[in-house]
């Protein structure tokens, strides 16, 4: 690839494609050719990105994907039951794309195109500097402490991507994520021509 290495982990987190609310293995998998349980690996993000960087070094990576979207901060585990941090520092990303991201992804590809940084682009979440303004949620190291303020920044978190405006910052130890507001929807035109796209839907059938 020229630009960056893309990566989901499909229609749906990879962990609950695998393990029931009792932690019990899945016999089958609804998104997966033939039913096949078992086709993507635990933490699906995180071991694709590992790949991607040992098959393309120096190449971005850039997650999407609802698995990303729903670790884009810090959050419960309920399959470890521990407090993990987000997504984009355990599979050392480069960008994290949350919500719809037809509109993110294009101006991904126009930035590294052009050389330009890609600090700030709407529905996504990076690793900024110590100053960048914005509104500070409690910390990884302040929800450790205190589980109750996860219930603080799950609430922000939902207002962010209600107002549509603002940058949400949250510390993990000595670095910073920072989450921009989510993407402008598209207009029906733009939803149209998406969804007039030839994206593999004769190749899967093939592949079936």
Partial sequence: PRLFCGISAGCLDSMLAHYTAFRKKRRDDAYTPGGMA???PNRACIVYANLARQ???GLPVVLGGIEASLRRAAHYDFWSDSL???LLFDAKADLLLYGMGERSLVEVAERLDQ???LAGIRGSAWIASPDT???HLPSYEDILAEPRRLLDATLALEQHVQRAEGVLLQAHGNRLLAIAPPAE???TAELDAVHELQIGR??????V
């Fill in 38 to 40: 078992g086709a993507r």
């Fill in 55 to 57: 098959a393309f070094p």
């Fill in 84 to 86: 993990r941090r987000s």
């Fill in 115 to 117: 050389g330009r940084d």
């Fill in 133 to 135: 303004p914005g509104d």
């Fill in 185 to 187: 929807p598209l207009s």
């Fill in 202 to 207: 004769a190749s899967c059938r093939e592949r």
